[in-house]
């Protein structure tokens, strides 16, 4: 990526100025695993262009959604390796947050601009047919992109605990997230108009996509035997308990 070390300055304003540990931690941690990933996609990108590969944008996406994935769980190991060295007790809360930063981490190579960079690339376009790629590749790329937020996050959740089993101390109990929230509120960050017939699914396209439930619905749901979030929206003695649930858990802000 051209201009790399400036484009992830943008992405943190504080880096180098904050006072606080856990900010100036961030901050590097974004900027060297921002570094490997973008240097390891455009390999990739460069990759599908020269080798002309039969149905490049759905290798890319593949491509993109791996080395996303591989991304996020480093930066999961390198917070949760910060926080442990500043005798953090790595909390329920603590490993919550470290999920929603790595996903918040990973939702800047999401964005529309970032990923028109490595279809371009890897399409073998110019600048100029940027929007052409919107309408050829852009739609199937993202979604594909949206249905792998979930993996990521379970992989941030796994490297987070096998972190802890190697650092913490043996007698604490290995910290717990509710993923589910994590994802929603990073699936409402990223479409924030998003209706909460189309949010559920996309919550079911990444457990089918997962084929398991990354995602699951709440167990009080299942015992009225639903287990997918479309059919418990459709369902009317679970409407009201769907809709209450999704709209109190609130989008990140963008930081």
């Avoid at 201009?3 to 856990?22: I, N, T, W, Y």
């Avoid at 490997?36 to 491509?63: I, T």
């Avoid at 790629?133 to 792998?148: D, H, K, N, Q, S």
């Avoid at 559920?200 to 398991?212: E, F, H, P």
């Amino acid at each position: 990526m051209r201009d790399l070390d400036a484009f992830l300055q943008k992405l943190l304003p504080e880096m180098g100025k904050a006072k606080s540990g856990e900010v100036l931690l961030k901050s590097y941690v974004v900027y060297q695993v921002g570094k490997y990933f973008a240097v390891a996609m455009e390999e990739r990108a460069h990759f599908a262009a020269v080798c002309n590969l039969p149905r490049r944008e759905e290798w890319l996406a593949e491509a993109f959604c791996r080395c996303m994935e591989e991304a996020v769980t480093e930066f999961a190991d390198w917070l949760t390796q910060g926080l442990i060295s500043r005798k953090k007790l790595i909390t329920h809360q603590r490993a919550q947050m470290i999920v929603e930063e790595s996903l918040q981490f990973a939702s800047y190579y999401t964005a529309r601009q970032s990923t028109d960079k490595w279809l371009t690339l890897g399409l073998g376009l110019d600048d100029a047919e940027v929007e052409n790629v919107a309408g050829l590749a852009g739609m199937p790329f993202r979604t594909r992109i949206l249905e792998a937020t979930g993996r990521w996050a379970e992989q941030a959740e796994a490297r987070i605990k096998f972190r802890c089993l190697l650092l913490a101390r043996p007698a604490r109990p290995l910290p717990q997230t509710d993923l589910a929230k994590v994802i929603i509120a990073r699936t409402k960050a990223d479409s924030p108009r998003i209706t909460q017939k189309k949010l559920c699914g996309k919550l079911d396209a990444m457990n089918d996509r997962a084929q398991k439930e990354i995602v699951p619905v709440r167990k009080t749901w299942k015992k009225l035997g639903e287990r997918s979030w479309c059919g418990a929206l459709a369902k009317p003695e679970l409407k009201n308990r769907v809709t209450t649930f999704l709209s109190r858990i609130p989008a990140p802000r963008r930081r």
